[in-house]
Nanobody, 116 residues
């Protein structure tokens, strides 16, 4: 079965960096687009970044220039490098497999808290 297991996250001061990883199994990782989403308290889940099977990347305006999405198809792992973090980046972050542009499987979510 499809599994997405996240690691990373935590507590960091504003201006700091964190790196998320998402280990995928149960499907042919290299053939799927993947994405990172986040959900802040009291807000809807929002798209952060996506990466196509060929490596084409998309970023939300709010993270452009600060976050980097990447993938290692040999390791079946998706990454999100987050730099210059701001308090408004505080949220639960989720990785997702994308099918026809929409998420169909989710990771368990990891908390990121950025203190000011």
């Amino acid at each position: 079965q499809v599994q997405l297991v996240e690691s990373g996250g935590g507590l960091v001061q504003a201006g700091g960096s964190l790196r998320h990883a998402c280990a995928a199994s149960g499907f042919t990782f290299r053939t799927y687009a993947m994405g990172w989403y986040r959900q802040a308290p009291g807000k809807e889940r929002e798209l952060v970044a996506t990466i196509s099977p060929s490596g084409i990347k998309y970023y939300a305006d709010s993270v452009k220039g600060r976050f980097t999405i990447s993938r290692d198809n040999a390791k079946n792992t998706l990454y999100l490098q987050m730099n210059s973090l701001k308090p408004e980046d505080t949220a639960v972050y989720y990785c997702a497999r994308l099918t026809r542009g929409a998420p169909d499987y989710w990771g368990q979510g990891t908390q990121v808290t950025v203190s000011s």
